[in-house]
């Protein structure tokens, strides 16, 4: 299967962010190419509750840059068994 753009624009560059120094370093430098932020923020724990959250830092961030977010969960020490 092919896609067709009209144009470079119909693109969105997407970020993927870990909270440590190096991803924050690489968040601002290129701010201002990001339309999409995917902070990986939130665990489900093995007893199904979601802990965690967005540093400020980088919600702040976003506000200021106009980023789309989306906030994922991923889940550790449970892993779903076929039925």
Not at 6 to 14: H, P, Q
Request: with cysteine.
């Amino acid at each position: 299967m092919s896609y067709k753009f009209k144009k470079l624009t119909d693109l969105e560059i997407v970020f993927y962010y870990v909270h440590d120094e190096y991803c924050f370093n690489r968040l601002i430098k290129h701010a201002d190419k990001i339309d999409v932020i995917i902070p990986i923020a939130y665990d489900v724990d093995k007893d199904g509750f979601v802990k965690g959250g967005v540093e400020p830092s980088v919600l702040e961030l976003s506000s200021h840059n106009s980023f789309k977010r989306i906030e994922p969960q991923r889940h550790r020490g449970h892993r779903a068994q076929p039925p």
